[in-house]
């Protein structure tokens, strides 16, 4: 802290006094929120699962077996193979590294980018703020599905091209987030004494307005890791995600499509349930999320 900050009051500086019984401990852990510990267990299963998938299944994901071909759930094949032979559970396993990583990793990206723009444009206004919002504009006029679709088949198939195509694309609404509420903040008291003590306004951004105003966008990446599994596996159904033969929640679901006629439908049906699966533990723990900041402001 500065010497201009120092003398400053906590109250001045947005910062409050400690309340007595409080404890160290975060909201989640201090208050009654079922939501939260729901999607914790039901994603913590998903991805002790995936780390430890080596030792809860003996198969390999993408060895063909012509002897055990569209063999149904048994003892020996939890899910039952699939027209390959491959083990369905193995696959649903394996899948999970693949989809559930890339979502996640797609998100830091353009969480950071959307902050600093967010802080950026929502503290500074002016022609700073038209520009980088006018850009902004630009991204939002495609359909987001159309536009990740394009820069992946522009881009070429892979995990690395899902990447970049999802973060040229999502910052907008990390943005947009942001700026809403460091224009609020950029309001506030305690703003107005900090940049008259002669702190500068990078110090500011950093101490100040990045703590306060990543809280919603955190909320929000919970939505936008479900987004990021949806893009995913649409892009892999349609042929342009994970490249074959890695497991692919998607890509399984377009194999076992064919063979729902014969009644072969746990090809199908257990990899949309991953999916489910997954979408209802993020959707819970960003509910649970936004009622525990919201109960601590």
């Known amino acids: 802290m500065t010497t201009s900050e120092a003398a400053l009051p906590s109250t001045t500086l947005g910062l409050e006094p400690p309340t007595r019984g409080r404890g160290w401990a975060p909201a989640w852990m201090r208050r009654h929120n079922l939501q939260l510990w729901i999607g914790g267990v039901m994603l913590g299963l998903m991805v002790l699962a995936a780390v430890a998938a080596p030792l809860i299944t003996r198969y390999n994901p993408t060895t063909p077996d012509a002897l ?71 991204v939002t006029a495609f359909p987001f599905f159309i536009l990740v679709i394009s820069l992946v088949f522009i881009l070429g198939n892979g995990a690395w091209s899902i990447f970049v195509a999802i973060t040229c694309v999502s910052w907008v609404a990390y943005a947009r987030l ?69 497991p692919d929640w998607g890509s399984m679901m377009a194999d076992g499509q064919q063979f729902l006629a014969g009644g072969y439908y746990g090809l199908t049906l257990f990899p949309a349930a991953a999916v489910i699966w997954t979408s209802l533990a993020l959707s819970f723990i960003g509910d649970g999320l936004a009622h525990a900041l919201r109960i601590d402001r």
């Open 68 to 138: 055990h071909t569209l063999l149904g759930p048994s003892g020996e094949h939890l899910f039952g193979t699939d027209n390959l032979g491959r083990d369905v559970f193995t696959r649903v396993v394996y899948g999970t590294r693949s989809d559930l990583t890339i979502a996640v990793v797609a998100v830091v990206a353009p969480f950071i980018i959307g902050l600093v723009f967010g802080i950026v444009t929502g503290y500074f206004g002016g022609w700073i703020d038209t520009i980088m919002m006018r850009i902004a504009d630009i």
């Open 178 to 246: 942001v700026r809403g509420e460091a224009m609020v903040l950029r309001n506030k008291e305690f703003v107005a004494a900090c940049q008259a003590g002669g702190i500068s306004p990078v110090r500011i951004l950093l101490r100040h307005f990045a703590p306060n105003v990543a809280t919603q966008a955190l909320v929000y990446s919970m939505s936008d890791i479900v987004m990021n599994v949806g893009v995913i596996v649409t892009l892999s159904y349609f042929g342009l995600g994970i490249v074959p033969p890695t």
